[in-house]
């Protein structure tokens, strides 16, 4: 018996999802059969950054609410702490803290989107992974990548229900809808593939710093074609059907708008109510699972 220990974003802990249908449920389930029973220890929830060199503290939220606290360097410090026999180690993170409202930006800049995603994919996850690996000497670290919210396979008027549910705000009438678009997507690309180069490197880094190969980065194997409203998409979108414009599509729609309401200030409701767009979806997952166990 062992314990899967489950460190992140929104990313592990299968925002939007029944928890049969998380990628980290469907990796325990097949770790049962073949290591012995396996006990979770979820520790990721929705909108943790990394967050080095963040003293703050704050009371948590439920899981399906976004919210940076409790970051990821203290549900390291807090598990470090209480778990006991962590025989795996799945983690992720950066995408908050590089901030997906800046990544959905058009007027963003490319440099700025670089160097921030290199500050944290690779800078901060650096110093998490080395944190990791001596609060956990033994454990496999499987760092679990990201994937394209969008690409040009996306379907136009999807496009502009993401950035609706993310901004809590459509393109203005007056603007080129195109040249937008473009322009997300742009970032979206951008972000999915320097993110993976950047937490490569940390990965590396890790591993040569401790001097083993117990860290693997799993790719989550999405294209381009499972982005968000994409012909073989891979990601929860949102209802842009008239009269249901923008309302969210993922399982947990009635919990997580129940949660929001008692957690939530009146001006967050609307991003928080649609807070799995652009997460994983119930295929997704099992891709994600299929990728992690293929690394086990």
Same mark, same amino acid.
């Given at each position: 018996m062992g314990d899967l220990l489950v460190l992140g974003d929104s990313v592990p802990w299968g925002q939007g999802l029944l928890d049969e249908h998380k990628f980290t449920s469907l990796v325990v389930k097949q770790l049962d059969q073949t290591a012995g029973p396996v006990n979770v220890k979820m520790d990721a929830h929705s909108g943790a950054t990394i967050g080095v060199n963040d003293p703050s503290t704050k009371n948590p939220k439920p899981g399906e609410v976004p919210f940076s606290y409790p970051t990821i360097m203290q549900q390291l410090q807090a598990a470090a702490s209480n778990v006991s026999d962590a025989k795996w180690i799945i983690v992720n993170g950066g995408i908050n803290d590089v901030n997906v409202r800046c990544i959905l930006n058009p007027l963003y800049s490319q440099a700025d989107l670089d160097s921030d995603t290199a500050s944290y994919c690779d800078g901060q996850m650096t110093w998490l992974l080395k944190v990791l690996g001596s609060s956990f000497p033994q454990a496999p670290v499987y760092v679990v990548g990201y994937y394209p919210i969008l690409s040009y396979q996306s379907d136009p008027l999807g496009i502009d229900a993401i950035y609706a549910a993310h901004m809590a705000s459509e393109w203005t009438a007056l603007a080129d809808k195109e040249l937008l678009r473009n322009a997300v997507v742009d970032h979206c690309l951008r972000f999915w593939k320097y993110s993976t180069q950047c937490l490569q490197a940390a990965v590396q880094y890790a591993n040569s710093y401790h001097g083993t190969n117990r860290f693997i980065f799993v790719d989550t194997g999405f294209s381009e074609a499972n982005a968000a409203f994409a012909p073989q998409k891979l990601l929860w979108g949102v209802n842009t059907a008239p009269g249901? /414009? @923008?309302?969210? !599509?993922? !399982? #947990?729609?009635? /919990? =997580?708008?129940? !949660?929001?309401? =008692?957690?939530?200030? #009146?001006?967050? /409701? @609307?991003?928080c109510y649609r807070a799995s767009a652009g997460h994983p979806n119930v295929a997704g997952a099992a891709q994600i699972a299929k990728q992690i166990l293929a690394s086990v």
């Amino acid at each position: 018996m062992g314990d899967l220990l489950v460190l992140g974003d929104s990313v592990p802990w299968g925002q939007g999802l029944l928890d049969e249908h998380k990628f980290t449920s469907l990796v325990v389930k097949q770790l049962d059969q073949t290591a012995g029973p396996v006990n979770v220890k979820m520790d990721a929830h929705s909108g943790a950054t990394i967050g080095v060199n963040d003293p703050s503290t704050k009371n948590p939220k439920p899981g399906e609410v976004p919210f940076s606290y409790p970051t990821i360097m203290q549900q390291l410090q807090a598990a470090a702490s209480n778990v006991s026999d962590a025989k795996w180690i799945i983690v992720n993170g950066g995408i908050n803290d590089v901030n997906v409202r800046c990544i959905l930006n058009p007027l963003y800049s490319q440099a700025d989107l670089d160097s921030d995603t290199a500050s944290y994919c690779d800078g901060q996850m650096t110093w998490l992974l080395k944190v990791l690996g001596s609060s956990f000497p033994q454990a496999p670290v499987y760092v679990v990548g990201y994937y394209p919210i969008l690409s040009y396979q996306s379907d136009p008027l999807g496009i502009d229900a993401i950035y609706a549910a993310h901004m809590a705000s459509e393109w203005t009438a007056l603007a080129d809808k195109e040249l937008l678009r473009n322009a997300v997507v742009d970032h979206c690309l951008r972000f999915w593939k320097y993110s993976t180069q950047c937490l490569q490197a940390a990965v590396q880094y890790a591993n040569s710093y401790h001097g083993t190969n117990r860290f693997i980065f799993v790719d989550t194997g999405f294209s381009e074609a499972n982005a968000a409203f994409a012909p073989q998409k891979l990601l929860w979108g949102v209802n842009t059907a008239p009269g249901q /414009l @923008f309302g969210p !599509e993922d !399982e #947990v729609i009635a /919990l =997580r708008k129940t !949660e929001c309401d =008692r957690s939530c200030d #009146v001006l967050d /409701l @609307f991003t928080c109510y649609r807070a799995s767009a652009g997460h994983p979806n119930v295929a997704g997952a099992a891709q994600i699972a299929k990728q992690i166990l293929a690394s086990v």
